[in-house]
């Protein structure tokens, strides 16, 4: 899998975008990008994923640069549930024959009242 | 609550002991995942099943770990001869094969080894 560099931690205001930063710029042409989350204490959830559309679900968005070498995952509003480490993975999808993730250390998101 | 358990969710045993670990997917999910985390670090894979076929082990499955999904339902992971360097937080986590690529975790069984 291609590696990924993400800033040790960030800091947010409540209330306002958190823009968290990914750069993968060795990723294949047929790996997507994926990100994740873990709050303290509990399993990793997923967020979302694309491959080089930008997309966008419910709990956020994910822009990724046209050369497909670094990615922002953006949550709009970020409140004080969002405080979690982040994590941005390269990865061929599981339909095919790669499944397992390979996790960094990610980024820890700490949102302020 | 992502629909997958664990249990225990923590484990307190002793060098040299054996201990074994349960997960229960989503029922419809037929693929299987177990990783380990220590702190400060993100997980790492360890092994993944298909129904019941194990697939891959990763190289940090040593031969003190053993991991089955009889019938493709519940899995179990065992640990021969626990020792100090296996105190972590292992996570199970479960995905359908071909559908949307995402997996679920569940919370993770904590081992803690004296």
């Known amino acids: 899998d291609a590696k990924t560099t993400q800033p040790t931690s960030m800091d947010c205001a409540e209330g306002r975008a958190a823009n968290l930063p990914c750069n993968h710029s060795?990723?294949?042409?047929?790996?997507?990008v994926y990100w994740y989350r873990q709050i303290h204490s509990q399993g990793p959830q997923y967020i979302i994923h694309?491959?080089?559309n930008n997309e966008t679900n419910e709990m956020a968005s994910l822009i990724i640069t046209e050369d497909r070498k670094s990615s922002t995952l953006i949550l709009p509003h970020a409140t004080l549930r969002d405080t979690a480490v982040y994590y941005c993975?390269?990865?061929?999808?599981?339909?095919?024959?790669?499944?397992?993730?390979?996790f960094g250390k990610g980024t820890l998101l700490t949102v302020n009242p | 609550d992502t629909g997958v358990s664990q249990n225990p969710r923590h484990k307190i045993t002793k060098r040299g002991q054996n201990v074994t670990f349960r997960c229960d997917p989503i029922?419809?999910?037929?693929?299987l995942y177990w990783y380990r985390q220590t702190l400060g670090q993100g997980p790492e894979f360890l092994t993944y099943?298909?129904?019941?076929?194990?697939?891959?082990k990763s190289r940090l499955l040593s031969d003190r770990f053993s991991a089955e999904r009889p019938k493709g339902s519940f899995s179990t992971l065992e640990i021969q001869r626990t020792e100090q360097g296996d105190s972590a937080m292992y996570l199970c986590?479960?995905?359908?094969?071909?559908?949307?690529?995402?997996?679920?975790f569940g919370p993770g069984t904590r081992l803690t080894v004296t």
């Open positions: 993975i390269v990865s061929l999808p599981g339909g095919g024959s790669n499944y397992k993730l390979t």
């Open positions: 694309g491959l080089k």
């Open positions: 986590a479960s995905s359908v094969a071909g559908g949307r690529d995402e997996q679920y």
């Open positions: 099943f298909q129904n019941e076929a194990q697939l891959e």
């Open positions: 029922s419809e999910h037929n693929r």
């Open positions: 060795t990723i294949s042409g047929n790996e997507y």
